[in-house]
């Protein structure tokens, strides 16, 4: 009995002195930064909150907005990604696009069903891009990063990433892939400090100045997107015609799928891509509709999947380019408790960044054994960190770590945040 009182009071005693360095160390975060933060930890097994500083306010998440995607995906879509909708007639294949974002995308998994789907028909092939509904950009993404491979266009049916990779050399050599834009290229007059390729805003002009190379140089540049050249794209890579044809998608199209999911959902939360986390919101939107267009499955999932958080979130893209996004921390807490509850343990922690290991966080987090799986998000003057924390003691521990509008380095607000987290690792 006296154990079992001595055991509780340590226990208590742990808990409060975690508590206790928690507070310090956020408040002096957020004056010796300048920044607002908002943090929450929970205890997954006891269902408490451990402690919370501002989580109900709203926060810009950046790429914590890919958090919602993903589980608004593990929810509509299935195990395998839909490629596109087709349908036979007479001596044509007239296919639709569906989103999926891994056809010929280097990021992606390859199982060529789409490639070979296409190219080994005998029918005459067309493209019809009826059912895209929506912009190439997100409301409120950055105009001038246009030019950034993270900005993608988003469209029904991507080849190649919706990216030009150009592969330059020290004695000026590029090479192309698609090898299709190496006819778009023109030469600056004037050169800068190091080689630089700058895309023409409305078309796909590539712009090359020159500069000192000591070395290989890789360059991913966001095309263009038009029906016309896609069509032209798919024309060279499968070598044979490919037309455009304007019709509605019809009910009775078959739909074919690609690559299983978890391929796709492992990159979007381990790297940050922005391209598939847009697109698979598009993929949710066709499954739901008959329409690509990302407002349909952000409706639903709001409506359907996310009215138990506790304060509605203002939701408008797939990535978190956006700075329109915003969400509080304990929404984000309780959003990670609806995945885990969802997906088991061994299949979704390896989808996630993992501290010292992979993605986002590897160079961050080291330890002997992982300790942090999560998503982070950065945006210009914001970071954050959301997932689960593994304690020594074999607690699993659920945070949302949210940091907005600090002026200093981005690598100095890391840092605070490994230093707090480590220490409820170490501690708690």
Known sequence: MRLSVLLLLLIIVSSCSTVSFLKKEILSTEKELKDHTGFMLYDLASKKTIY?????????????????????????????????????????????GTGDPSFLYS??????????????????????????????????????????????????????????????????????????????????????????????QDSNQLTVYKGEQKKEKKFNIPFRYSTDLVTELLADTLNKSVDEVTMPLPK??????????????????????????????????????????????????????????????????????????????????????????????????????????????????KADQPYIFGKTGSLGNNHCLSGYLITKKGKTLIFSFMSNNFVTPSSEVRKRMEKILKTVHEKY
């Open 107 to 200: 990021e992606a998994f390859q199982n060529r069903k789409v490639f070979d789907f296409l190219s080994d028909s005998s029918k005459k092939l067309f493209l019809s891009t009826n059912n895209f509904q929506t912009t190439s950009y997100g409301p409120g993404w950055a105009w001038d990063d246009y030019n950034d491979y993270y900005s993608s266009e988003r469209s029904s049916f991507p080849v190649y990433g919706n990216l030009i990779s150009i592969q330059s050399f020290a004695d000026d050599r590029l090479i192309f892939s698609p090898l299709y834009f190496s006819s778009q290229v023109v030469t600056a007059p004037e050169s800068k400090s190091s080689m630089e390729i700058i895309r023409d």
């Open 252 to 365: 009775e199209a078959g739909i074919l799928f690609s690559i299983p999911s978890d391929s796709l959902y492992k990159v979007m939360m381990q790297q940050s891509d922005n391209f598939i986390a847009e697109q698979l919101l598009l993929a949710c939107s066709g499954i739901l509709s008959d329409t690509l267009k990302p407002e349909i499955a952000i409706q639903y999932s709001k409506e359907n999947l996310l009215s138990d958080l506790p304060d509605e979130p203002i939701w408008v893209d797939g990535s978190g380019l956006s700075r329109y996004n915003l969400f509080t921390p304990r929404s984000i807490v309780k959003l990670w408790e609806k995945i885990y509850a969802k997906v088991p343990r061994e299949r979704l922690f390896p989808l996630l960044a993992i501290g010292g290991k992979t993605g986002t966080i590897r160079n961050y987090y």
């Open 52 to 96: 919370e500083h501002q989580s109900a306010h709203y926060f810009t998440p950046a790429s914590n907005t890919k958090i919602f995607t993903l589980y608004t995906s593990l929810n509509v879509l299935g195990d395998s990604i839909p490629a596109l909708k087709y349908v036979v007639k007479q001596d044509s294949l007239i296919v639709w």
